[in-house]
């Protein structure tokens, strides 16, 4: 009888399809096999291919076979592809790494909103404001880690979006509205702000620079905000999400810089005479106790970002040896080191310098307010350019979940890719909407507290509600108690903070400007 050798036996599977398009390993690439295999090693689709069962096999037939393992590795989860990803500013490139993840996290976790925390301290005061602060960055950078572990939860899914968890959690329907909305607010609100921030520093800098002897007319502050504008549709022409990684490393290198000297400029100079650190107190028990709420919404504002941790982490290859969520975290772990040496220091130092006479526009105002004449000028305007820089480049990160949503509502319609006419009418459109939103409500940056309460939830409370839905921990057990308690704990807090920030800005009958000296 004619023998045919073992290997024409053997059927190989057609090649499967893979979550990363990206990662084009030849077939048949050997990978290297650990000497020893630890007992308690997790299940893997490979792990019956070891030593052992190849022992007894023909080398042809144990050469095929380490080779499938090696492609298998290699190669990643047998993820299906949804080829609409591949046009899609957010997953069209995911060459990213932990340096970009690093350089997108702290430019989105570091910005104006951290200039107001001291404003929060002169309600707080001492105690209860560091307290606060420390709560609310342990907690959010739990759920951070959350997030991160969740992206790929699911075998054979990879989630590329907060709302996509959010339905896998929640279902497609309750995923939708209870995510939508708020990561919608944060990335449009977030925008919004930046542009009134970055046109009316952009005013101040001119005023700053130009000097009393300047003779040329200035421009107005919504001309400033049109300028700023202009910028960030130049700027926002850039393809994809990890196209911008060198705008947000320049974020990340300004926000730090910026941070810095505004803390260690006011701590440097003599305090004003009749400072106090007694927490301000309203006319009214329900007043101080909505101010006391309102301060703690301006803590909760300042760790902002989370509606962006998935998206930042789809722009990562992910293969079976190698999941995104390795990089990512170290990335992130980096981010939120530097983003605490800017929060903590900036609100301590900040109500230090200036205890309850810190004005309601944060830093900056204090700054302009009370050392205009003390520090040179030079290095006033620096602080002043460094936000508008640090600006441009937060407006791209948190306008790109727009800029994909838009495009991902006309690639489904017409099935093929934006050309680049398209792509620049969405981002221009987007930016002037903006403009028009900041022009007609141009308190929007003032209200930290009432932003923080809305969007509290993305950041504190729906992270642990979907890990529980999703990784099923045992009913009753500490982890099922700890997450359901946590979540239930953040969304009491959006509604209390967002009362007291409605609360706030009524009494103050929407006078608060985030430049505002007085």
Same mark, same amino acid.
């Given at each position: ?148 572990q969740l992206h790929e939860a699911v075998p054979g899914k990879r989630y ?34 930046l542009i009134l921030i970055g046109g009316e520093t952009m005013k101040l ?182 936000? %508008? *820089?640090?600006?441009?480049? @937060? &407006?791209? /990160?948190?306008?790109?979940?727009? !800029?994909? #949503?838009?495009? =991902? +509502? ?17 981002? %221009? *459109?987007?930016?002037?909407? @903006? &403009?028009? /939103?900041?022009?007609?409500?141009? !308190?929007? #940056?003032?209200? =930290? +507290? ?17 890990? %529980? ?25 959006s509604l209390a903070f967002s009362i007291g920030g409605i609360s706030s ?14």
């Amino acid at each position: 009888m004619d023998e045919r050798p073992e290997t024409e036996l053997i059927s190989i599977p057609a090649t499967p399809r893979v979550s990363t398009p990206e990662i084009l390993t030849p077939s048949g690439q050997r990978s290297p096999r650990p000497a020893t295999k630890p007992s308690s090693a997790a299940w893997t689709p490979t792990s019956f291919i070891s030593p052992r069962f190849l022992s007894p096999i023909g080398t042809p037939m144990k050469r095929v076979l380490v080779n499938m393992k090696g492609y298998l590795e290699e190669m990643g989860h047998l993820t299906k592809l949804n080829p609409q990803d591949a046009w899609l500013p957010i997953t069209e490139s995911r060459n990213g790494n932990a340096h970009y993840a690093a350089f997108h996290n702290l430019n989105a976790g570091v910005g104006f909103q951290a200039l107001v925390l001291p404003v929060a301290f002169a309600f707080l005061g001492w105690s209860w404001g560091i307290l606060s602060l420390t709560i609310a960055y342990c907690w959010q950078l739990y759920t951070l880690w959350i997030l991160v572990q969740l992206h790929e939860a699911v075998p054979g899914k990879r989630y590329n979006r907060y709302v996509e968890l959010a339905q896998a959690a929640f279902g497609e329907r309750l995923g939708v509205w209870l995510a939508l909305f708020p990561t919608v607010y944060l990335s449009a609100g977030t925008a919004t702000a930046l542009i009134l921030i970055g046109g009316e520093t952009m005013k101040l800098f001119f005023q700053i620079v130009c000097g009393p002897l300047c003779t040329s007319n200035p421009l107005t502050t919504v001309e400033w905000y049109l300028v700023f504008t202009c910028l960030c549709v130049v700027l926002s022409q850039l393809p994809n999400l990890n196209s911008i990684a060198g705008l947000s490393l320049i974020g990340a290198v300004t926000a730090i810089t910026y941070s810095t000297m505004v803390w260690v400029l006011s701590v440097t100079q003599p305090r004003p005479a009749t400072i106090s650190y007694e927490p301000l107190s309203m006319p009214s028990v329900s007043g101080s106790l909505f101010s006391v709420l309102n301060a703690l919404g301006i803590v909760a504002f300042a760790f902002r970002g989370h509606n962006l941790v998935l998206e930042i982490q789809s722009t990562m290859p992910s293969t079976f040896k190698h999941p995104a969520h390795v990089p990512m975290w170290r990335g992130a772990k980096v981010a939120y080191f530097f983003i605490a040496l800017c929060i903590f220091p900036i609100s301590i130092g900040g109500f230090w310098a200036y205890g309850n006479l810190m004005p309601s526009g944060g830093m900056l105002a204090a700054l302009y307010a009370f050392h205009i004449n003390d520090i040179p000028r030079g290095l006033l305007a620096a602080a002043f350019l460094l936000v %508008v *820089f640090n600006c441009l480049s @937060s &407006f791209q /990160i948190y306008s790109m979940p727009a !800029f994909d #949503s838009f495009e =991902a +509502g006309y690639t489904s319609r017409t099935n093929k890719p934006c050309s680049v006419w398209v792509r620049s009418g969405f981002r %221009v *459109f987007f930016g002037f909407v @903006s &403009f028009f /939103i900041g022009v007609a409500l141009p !308190f929007l #940056s003032s209200l =930290a +507290g009432l932003l923080g309460g809305l969007t509290l939830p993305v950041t504190f409370a729906y992270p642990c509600f979907m890990w %529980v839905l999703i990784k099923k921990p045992a009913r009753c057990s500490f982890s099922w108690y700890f997450h359901w308690g946590l979540g239930w704990l953040g969304v009491a807090f959006s509604l209390a903070f967002s009362i007291g920030g409605i609360s706030s800005m009524v009494t103050q009958g929407l006078k608060l400007k985030f430049f505002s000296p007085n």
